[in-house]
Structure formats: C-alpha cells, structure tokens
C-alpha cells in the first residue's frame, strides 16, 4: 500500500496529507531504514524514536515523524492481510492517527502530530481496535495480560461495550492464542470512584465502572486533566466549561475535590445490563 492510498483510506485531513506527501517526496528513507524496521519491535520503541528523531532534525508540527510512521503502517496493513485480520479491525485501530490530529485542531486551531510515542503500539500490531475499546497485548515476567483503553470517540453504551469484549475474545483466541483469557485491566481516569460526586447515577461512565475491581488508585494524579480540559497546568479559574461535566467538575475541584487515575481488572462476565 502506498502513502496516498492510507492516507485516503484512514481519511486523514487534506491538510495534512499535502504536507505527507511533500515530505515523503524529501525524507530519507533509505538513510533511516534501521529506525523504521525497529519501530515494529515493542523492544526497540524507544532507542528507535529518538534515533528517528535526530536524524529528521527540526520537526515542529511532527508531520516528518508523521510521514515515517505512516509509511510503517503500509507495511503493517501487509501484515494484516496476511494474518487474515479484517481491513475493518484496520482501519479502526489505524484511524488513531486522523482522531489525534483532529483533537489537536479543535483544542489548539492547527494540526499537530505529539502521538509518536504512542503509536508504535499500533504500527507494531500489540494494540488493536475492536468495535468501542482499544486493546493492548502485554507482557512482563512470563506473565500475559491485555491493557484496555478507550478511545474519546467510544459508545460507551453497555450493549456497544460487551460486543467489543466478546468480539475481543474471539479475536486473540483466533489470532493470538497466547492471549486468549488472560486478565484485561484498565488504567483511566474513568474509573475513579470520586466520579459519583459530578456525574449523574444513570451515567454511562458510572455503569461502565461496574465491570471493574479496582486494584490501585493514584489520587493525587492529573491525568484526568489531559482528557477533560486538554492540558493539566490550567488554572483552576481559567478550566473551560464547555461541557456539562467539565463544569460540574470544575467545581468540584474548585471546593478540594479529587479525581486521580484508577487501575481496576474486567471481572469475568462484563458489561451485562442492571
């Protein structure tokens, strides 16, 4: 597959693509090969980027790293069809790429690519989108589990959340057997239990929480800030209140409250109704 032809595929924003394109016509792949190929392998991620890095010099707006890590992904797409994975399951593991761009324009009025260190996970095929959730394969000390994320753009209706979990099951079993019934945990501030103080009883994130046992809780972390307002060193004065929950919970911040970031596993028969 050829630049134009992902681009085009992942509806990645004409603006954008104009500067890919152009940039792909002056990179030097060939002096970079290396770096590429280890973007592929879990193992090399970090060396590799900052290798990268150095060698494409002054990268502003990120769109050089960009070109070269959508050029990774036109060989992963090869890797897909020849383990048989669905150009679905493709595209919307791949449009990570076209969200992250879009939020950074609305939140900040120009399109910006600050996501490279995180998109190795898809280019070297350990995380995969699978209807509403994002999962991620690990693995530490012999031990295997899947990380869970969830993307902004998510239905987090229970009905949409248990066919990812039930499609995600047949998914490792199928192509990852290793994987097939390991633990999945999540790490989000969505499962903080001090959400019941802002949110409503009948939300969405709260009966999402219900399929979790929460294991660990970093109270004092901002994190939650990045997702809700976009950056964590904003004046509590100055938070937006465009949305309904970032005005109830900007109050309560307001009056000492806390959010932090809850690690919690899925229990065995998730995201069932009442």
Not at 128 to 149: A, P, Q, T, V
Request: net charge negative; glycine share 6%; charged share 30%.
């Amino acid at each position: 597959m050829k630049l134009i032809e992902l681009c085009n595929l992942l509806e990645i924003q004409m603006e954008v693509q104009e500067k890919l394109i152009e940039f792909e016509k002056n990179i030097d792949f060939k002096g970079m090969e290396q770096e590429l190929e280890q973007m592929k392998h879990p193992e090399c991620w970090e060396g590799a980027l900052e290798r990268l890095k150095s060698l494409l010099g002054s990268d502003e707006d990120g769109m050089k790293i960009l070109t070269c890590q959508l050029r990774c992904v036109c060989d992963t797409y090869d890797k897909y069809e020849e383990l048989g994975i669905s150009k679905e399951i493709f595209i919307a593991t791949m449009k990570f790429f076209t969200r992250f761009l879009q939020d950074h324009k609305d939140r900040h009025g120009s399109f910006r690519y600050v996501w490279a260190w995180w998109a190795v996970r898809q280019i070297s095929m350990v995380e995969y989108r699978i209807g509403e959730l994002e999962y991620e394969m690990r693995m530490k000390d012999n031990r295997f589990w899947i990380d869970i994320h969830i993307p902004a753009d998510a239905d987090m209706t229970i009905g949409k959340l248990r066919k990812s979990y039930l499609e995600a099951l047949d998914f490792f079993k199928k192509y990852y057997p290793d994987f097939a019934g390991v633990d999945m945990v999540c790490g989000s501030w969505l499962l903080a239990p001090t959400l019941k103080n802002v949110l409503p009883e009948n939300s969405r994130i709260l009966q999402f929480q219900k399929s979790f046992e929460i294991e660990h809780i970093e109270e004092d972390s901002l994190g939650f800030m990045d997702w809700v307002y976009g950056g964590r060193d904003i004046p509590l004065e100055e938070l937006p209140e465009d949305t309904t929950l970032q005005r109830n919970l900007k109050t309560y911040l307001q009056n000492n409250g806390k959010i932090g970031w809850t690690t919690g596993k899925l229990i065995s028969n998730p995201f069932c109704e009442g």
